[in-house]
Each structure stands twice: as C-alpha cells, then as structure tokens.
C-alpha cells in the first residue's frame, strides 16, 4: 500500500465525522427564528447541538482507538432510524445515518490495517 492509500485511510474517516460534526451543526440554527426569548433560545440551541456533541465528543475522546470509534459510529448509525422509529423517508436515514456509518466501516478498516498502516508515521510530512 503506497503512502497515499495510507494517509487516505487514516484521514478519511476523521475528517468525515468533522465535516457530518459541522453539517449537523447546521440545523441548529433553526431555533433563531422560532421567536423564543433569550433563556429558551440558549436551552434550545444547546438541545439542539447535542447531537454534534456526541459525534465531536466520540472522535476526540478515542483519537487512536479505531476499533471503539468503529464499534460506536456504526451502533450510532443504526441507533438513529430505530429511535426516530422510521417516521421519515429512507433518504433522511441516508443523509443522517449513512456517513456515520461509513466512517465507522473506515475506523474499523484503520483498525484492521493498523500494523500496514503505521499511523505515528501519518502525521508527518513526505
């Protein structure tokens, strides 16, 4: 495996899970327009901001442990049509549940790949 393939396997699923992190981020800013006062726009938007949290929270806390971070993304993935109990359209679970998925597939990949891949050497510069 070149040292491309290497890099790409390693820094894929992390700058998914930062970029699905800023995408979910985004449907908080629906709680500016719902006329609420100050107090309840703070509850809400911090409600609302959980879910970003958990993603952020999983990928920092288990930087290097892949096989956690692959373990808990794809029970993430499959935890959300089951507690929204499939009252939205297959596309919603795609978009929602999809790159969660992937990246947990990628994590699990960084973690069976682990020895080939090297990853102290990853973070240097060719």
């Given at each position: 495996?070149?040292?491309?393939?290497?890099?790409?396997?390693?820094?894929?699923?992390?700058?998914?899970?930062?970029?699905?992190?800023?995408?979910?981020?985004?449907?908080?800013?629906?709680?500016?327009?719902?006329?609420?006062?100050?107090?309840?726009?703070?509850?809400?938007?911090?409600?609302?901001?959980?879910?970003t949290?958990?993603?952020?929270?999983?990928l920092?806390?288990?930087?290097?442990?892949?096989?956690?971070?692959?373990?808990?993304?794809?029970?993430?993935?499959?935890?959300?049509?089951?507690?929204?109990?499939?009252?939205?359209?297959?596309?919603?679970?795609?978009?929602?549940?999809?790159?969660?998925?992937?990246?947990?597939?990628?994590?699990?990949?960084?973690?069976?790949?682990?020895?080939?891949?090297?990853?102290?050497?990853?973070?240097?510069?060719?």
């Amino acid at each position: 495996m070149n040292k491309l393939a290497k890099k790409a396997i390693f820094w894929t699923p992390r700058i998914l899970c930062i970029v699905f992190a800023l995408f979910v981020s985004l449907f908080a800013l629906d709680v500016f327009v719902e006329g609420f006062n100050s107090a309840e726009t703070i509850i809400a938007l911090l409600m609302h901001m959980i879910p970003t949290a958990i993603i952020v929270i999983a990928l920092i806390s288990f930087w290097r442990w892949e096989w956690i971070r692959a373990f808990l993304f794809i029970v993430l993935s499959v935890f959300y049509p089951i507690w929204t109990r499939g009252k939205f359209p297959w596309i919603t679970y795609a978009v929602m549940s999809g790159p969660i998925f992937i990246a947990g597939v990628l994590f699990h990949m960084n973690w069976v790949y682990k020895a080939e891949l090297k990853t102290d050497d990853l973070c240097t510069t060719a």
